[in-house]
């Protein structure tokens, strides 16, 4: 083997993976010492969430050879979470959670260089996400993972033959752990299932029926329920139950504890009050580690390609002994989200009553009675009657001026398709292009009048 | 994909100056989901739909039913929806702003509606919970009380609830507790 003069340092494992050939490296994977460079100075990697997940994955990469990482957090850090969240100490309560975190692995760990960001996912405009090469998700929310994958399946085009290109994608590694129970899976938008392709994974929760609450309460958690769902309107009114403040916590967990004595049930405490009106499932550091580790390689492999990258949703079990299973899943090639969109190609002078009715004639649509949207605006809807109104006077308008003179953007449509004789009601992303403008696309591929 | 950052990582220098545009509002999969919901409704006409912050936002909303049958004829009960963005994986939080004397509905506005809570599934829809809260209108039942007296009566004295929803409706007092006029 040729002599790279080793650094007999920090990388010297990860060179065995990158400075060496192998017959399971992806098939642009270049051995050598400029892959461990660039690795260093071109990925740049956000991490989603500091809290246990996201302190491991802050490690795991900055260990693993990352030098470019950001942290976004809005949380502040509590003393139950030191236990597991091990780059915090007890005189670092009250303190942010990204910004600590930043602060550790950077003392720690030379050459890294972690830039931390104190505040909700949501504040951040869509630019920010666009930055980043992959982003590595340590969450515990089914909301906060759907709106970083719709910010990451945005960024994702196609081309004219409906494969995704490449440079459009913004590959994401998820992990998620409950008490002993984790996954870690890898999401290249348009290429594996993306977050909502596969929602249903997701099991619903559980919810108890009110009046089960009011009248018949069986469980320490049915009390603690009745206190949070009933009780609290009952007596506060107006004021909106708020989980992250411990005075109404407190005050929940008391009323809790009433209900419990009055009904002779066991086991109401204040960290089960906090789990079952947080939704909170204990976290086990362990589980953590493990999904981390997993998460960490995959971020990994996919910068590098010194492997084949996890295809593409690896589950594991801790509970008895300890079992992984990886699942190939599989794409919904309708999704809303991460789908191609059917592209339509129409004149700046068509307006939106002229596009809904060319919708109808569409050979890869006929959708008849088409509601339209276009960035979280509505520009026309069938039904209700009120909203009819309200956008009627949108159909007089030209779709370029309504989508704000863009020269492309997807929209969304619904309406009635007629398959095989049969109506069925379905939801569409459409691709529109306008003809003549800057952005128009490969004019032999258009799909339709 | 090493070298794809690199040349990504030239052109963000390069652009960096370029850019600016104004953030985009991103809409989520369950505003989708629910846009289609909202334009297919197929309300019958004892309910009504209102969108207090206008068109473009479905979210939240409001419905007011009018029964045209049962104890509850002629009454108008108005209900917010508050829809989330991981709609339909959870259901949409329904509370009634409308006082009413109903076994299953209760003081606070709280609704036991099996579809709303533990028997909710993503192919449900808008539709279905209307409906379904339609349904409790012509059918009240006393088995999943809320309003323990309101069920007690329903379940002793159908007659007695009758004079009380009737009362109640008009505006007047059931006890000890008043409910204002909605009809
Ligand atoms: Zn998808």
């Known amino acids: ?449 | 994909m090493i070298k794809l950052f690199k040349v990504k990582e030239k052109q963000r220098e390069l652009a960096e100056n370029a850019s600016g545009g104004a953030p985009i509002k991103k809409q989520t999969a369950g505003e989708l989901r629910l846009h289609k919901d909202i334009s297919e409704l197929n309300l019958p006409k004892s309910c009504a739909m209102h969108f207090p912050n206008g068109k473009d936002d479905l979210m939240n909303f409001e419905v007011s039913i009018r029964p045209d049958e049962g104890y509850y004829m002629g009454g108008t009960f108005l209900f917010s929806f508050q829809v989330s963005p991981i709609y339909p994986h959870e259901a949409p939080k329904v509370k009634c702003k409308t006082k009413v004397y109903h076994p299953n509905i209760d003081l606070e506005g709280n609704v036991c509606l099996n579809i709303l809570r533990e028997d909710w599934k993503p192919v449900l829809n808008i539709n279905t919970v209307i409906y379904g809260l339609y349904h409790l209108f012509t059918e009240p039942n006393y088995e999943d009380p809320l309003n323990h007296d309101a069920a007690a009566v329903l379940r002793e004295n159908p007659k007695l609830f009758e004079s009380n929803v009737r009362r109640a409706m008009a505006g007047g007092y059931v006890g000890q507790i008043f409910f204002p006029r909605c009809m």
């Open chain 1, 1 to 449: 083997m040729a002599d790279t003069s080793p650094q007999p340092s920090r990388s010297r494992d990860l060179d065995k993976l990158l400075l060496r050939p192998g017959n399971l490296v992806g098939p642009r994977f270049e051995p050598g010492p400029e892959t461990r460079d660039d690795l260093q100075a071109y990925a740049r990697v956000l991490v989603v969430g500091a809290g246990g997940l996201g302190c491991e994955l802050l490690k795991d990469l900055a260990l693993t050879g990352f030098r470019n990482l950001d942290v976004i957090d809005m949380d502040r850090i509590e003393v139950t979470n030191l236990n597991r969240q091990f780059l915090f100490r007890l005189e670092d309560v009250g303190k942010p959670k990204a910004e600590v975190a930043a602060k550790r692995v950077m003392e720690r760990i030379s050459g890294v260089n972690i830039v931390p960001h104190f505040c909700r996912i949501e504040d951040k405009d869509i630019s920010f996400y666009n930055d980043f090469n992959i982003i590595a998700l340590g969450l515990d929310s089914i909301e906060a993972r759907s709106y970083i994958n719709g910010v990451a399946c945005s960024f994702l085009e196609y081309d004219s033959y409906n494969n995704p290109r490449e440079e459009t994608i913004k590959p994401m590694v998820d992990g998620g752990t409950e008490g002993f129970k984790g996954h870690a899976r890898v999401i290249l938008p348009g290429i594996t299932p993306c977050f909502e392709c596969t929602i249903w994974l997701f099991p619903p929760q559980v919810k108890f029926p009110l009046c089960t609450l009011a009248e018949t309460p069986r469980t320490a958690a049915h009390c603690i329920e009745y206190a949070h769902l009933i009780k609290w309107n009952e007596v506060h009114g107006g004021t909106a139950f708020d989980p992250d403040d411990p005075e109404h916590m407190k005050w929940v967990y008391n009323e809790a504890l009433k209900r419990a004595e009055l009904f002779g049930i066991p086991g109401v405490t204040y960290s089960l009050t906090q789990g079952v009106v947080k939704n909170i499932i204990p976290a086990i550091a362990s589980t953590n580690a493990i999904i981390s580790a997993a998460c960490a390689l995959e971020t990994l492999k996919i910068a590098t390609e010194c492997s084949k990258t996890l295809s593409n949703y690896l589950s594991y079990n801790g509970t008895q002994g300890v079992h992984t299973k990886v699942t190939e899943f599989e794409r919904d090639k309708d999704c809303l989200v991460c789908g191609p969109g059917v592209l339509i190609e129409v004149e700046p002078s068509v307006t939106l009553q002229k596009f809904i009715y060319l919708l109808e004639e569409h050979p890869k649509l006929w959708l008849s009675r088409a509601s339209v949207s276009h960035q979280g605006k509505n520009l026309y809807l069938q039904a209700p009657t009120v909203l009819e109104e309200m956008t009627r006077s949108n159909l007089s308008q030209t779709l370029f001026n309504l989508m704000g003179k863009v020269t492309r953007d997807i929209v969304h449509v619904n309406g009635t398709a007629t398959k095989n004789d049969q109506k069925i009601s379905c939801m569409r992303k459409l691709l529109v292009v306008f003809k003549g403008t800057d952005g128009v696309a490969d004019m032999d591929t258009a799909g339709g009048a």
